[in-house]
């Protein structure tokens, strides 16, 4: 971890019947750490009893400082749930409990309570069940919640947490053109203007917590072979070369429209510092087969540091203790960096 951070980090406990919760606990269990919790303070004692794990739970009242961290410790904002939680098993009474414990944390770093939010996987199907029918994840929930006019999702390797990794492993940071998109609407929805934005925000945030000075990104195509000159899709030729172009000649270091299948080996990935996906599964299903489980999900373009799992609820492990809490651990450890840059710049 860096320097401490004089506001804590907050974490959501995410979805009270996923393996969220027991993966804050262990992180509690085994790291001192200089964070609060939120989320309801009796159902993470129930967890924490349930797989065995020996924490103090401390409840504050929201918003209130952290006492010193210490090892054993989970001081906790609490936020009630709707109805009694059980591992494994969905209540979409409890939806708008998860979306609570986001409005606090990004409260509370909006205003300095905390310098940077982490969250813990929530289940999309079950907040939408409960009547949140616009609700796509996270990303675009925080993206609202704080009045960004775009936000780019990206994720992180642990190698890639402190710039450029040589000699040791590629180190992978892949964004997204689009996010939770059915793949039909993934075409319509690469337009000129959001494929720049989306450029512009990811240049800008790879300097601004990342340090990097003149960040270079590859571009995926969107189609086979990037479209193979135009018979395979003209994607490539009519929007997204256009787009590199223009903003190649403004200084930024961009290669592409590139293959996908060809782009994330070795040989094409030294030197970049990220690539940016046009969809989802084109560019993450890579990056988990490189880093499952070490790796951390970040919100680009919001006017606060959010770092989050490489993983979901994992419902059929919750409540058993075999749960991996080795990606919140890498989110803590980038929110932490992020703190600090943000506090340098």
Same mark, same amino acid.
């Given at each position: 971890?860096?320097?401490?951070?004089?506001?804590?980090?907050?974490?959501?406990?995410? %979805?009270?019947?996923?393996?969220?919760? %027991?993966?804050?606990?262990?992180?509690?269990?085994?790291?001192? !750490?200089?964070?609060?919790?939120?989320?309801?303070?009796?159902?993470? #004692?129930?967890?924490?009893?349930?797989?065995?794990?020996?924490?103090?739970?401390? %409840?504050?009242?929201?918003?209130?400082?952290?006492?010193?961290?210490?090892?054993?410790?989970?001081?906790?904002?609490?936020?009630?749930?709707?109805?009694?939680?059980?591992?494994?098993?969905?209540?979409?009474?409890?939806?708008?409990?998860?979306?609570?414990?986001?409005?606090?944390?990004?409260?509370?770093?909006?205003?300095?309570?905390?310098?940077?939010?982490?969250?813990?996987?929530?289940?999309? $199907?079950?907040?939408?069940?409960?009547?949140?029918?616009?609700?796509?994840?996270?990303?675009?929930?925080?993206?609202?919640?704080?009045?960004?006019?775009?936000?780019?999702?990206?994720?992180?390797?642990?190698?890639?947490?402190?710039?450029?990794?040589?000699?040791?492993?590629?180190?992978?940071?892949?964004?997204?053109?689009?996010?939770?998109?059915?793949?039909?609407?993934?075409?319509?929805?690469?337009?000129? %203007?959001?494929?720049?934005?989306?450029?512009?925000?990811?240049?800008?945030?790879?300097?601004?917590?990342?340090?990097?000075?003149?960040? #270079?990104?590859?571009?995926? $195509?969107?189609?086979?072979?990037?479209?193979?000159? $135009?018979?395979?899709?003209?994607?490539?030729?009519?929007?997204?070369?256009?787009?590199?172009?223009?903003?190649?000649?403004?200084?930024?270091?961009?290669?592409?429209?590139?293959?996908?299948?060809?782009?994330?080996?070795?040989?094409?990935?030294?030197?970049?510092?990220?690539?940016?996906?046009?969809?989802?599964?084109?560019?993450?299903?890579?990056?988990?087969?490189?880093?499952?489980?070490?790796?951390?999900?970040?919100?680009?373009?919001?006017?606060?540091?959010?770092?989050?799992?490489?993983?979901?609820?994992?419902?059929?492990?919750?409540?058993?203790?075999?749960?991996?809490?080795?990606?919140?651990?890498?989110?803590?450890? !980038?929110?932490?960096?992020?703190?600090?840059?943000?506090?340098?710049?």
């Amino acid at each position: 971890m860096a320097q401490a951070s004089p506001s804590p980090l907050v974490v959501t406990t995410g %979805e009270p019947a996923g393996i969220g919760p %027991e993966l804050v606990v262990m992180l509690a269990a085994s790291h001192a !750490l200089d964070w609060v919790a939120v989320g309801d303070p009796g159902m993470l #004692r129930a967890r924490a009893a349930t797989i065995g794990v020996d924490v103090e739970v401390v %409840e504050l009242t929201p918003g209130e400082v952290p006492p010193a961290p210490r090892l054993g410790r989970l001081p906790v904002w609490p936020v009630a749930l709707a109805v009694p939680s059980q591992p494994g098993v969905l209540a979409p009474a409890n939806a708008d409990y998860v979306l609570a414990t986001l409005d606090l944390a990004v409260a509370a770093c909006l205003d300095g309570r905390a310098s940077a939010m982490v969250t813990a996987p929530l289940h999309k $199907g079950v907040i939408r069940d409960a009547g949140h029918l616009n609700f796509t994840g996270h990303t675009e929930y925080l993206r609202d919640l704080c009045g960004a006019d775009e936000v780019v999702m990206m994720l992180a390797t642990d190698s890639a947490l402190h710039g450029r990794v040589r000699g040791v492993e590629t180190p992978l940071r892949v964004a997204l053109a689009t996010t939770h998109l059915a793949l039909s609407e993934v075409a319509a929805a690469i337009t000129p %203007e959001r494929l720049e934005r989306v450029l512009r925000i990811l240049d800008a945030e790879l300097r601004r917590w990342f340090g990097l000075t003149a960040p #270079r990104i590859a571009v995926c $195509g969107l189609n086979p072979h990037a479209g193979e000159g $135009g018979h395979l899709g003209r994607e490539e030729i009519e929007i997204i070369e256009p787009v590199l172009a223009r903003l190649i000649a403004e200084g930024f270091i961009l290669d592409g429209p590139l293959p996908a299948d060809t782009l994330f080996t070795p040989r094409h990935l030294d030197g970049v510092d990220a690539v940016l996906a046009m969809y989802h599964d084109q560019g993450l299903p890579v990056l988990k087969y490189s880093g499952f489980g070490r790796g951390a999900n970040i919100t680009l373009g919001l006017p606060l540091a959010r770092t989050s799992v490489d993983h979901g609820t994992a419902l059929d492990l919750a409540g058993r203790g075999r749960a991996d809490p080795g990606s919140l651990a890498v989110a803590l450890a !980038l929110a932490s960096d992020m703190a600090v840059r943000g506090r340098l710049d």
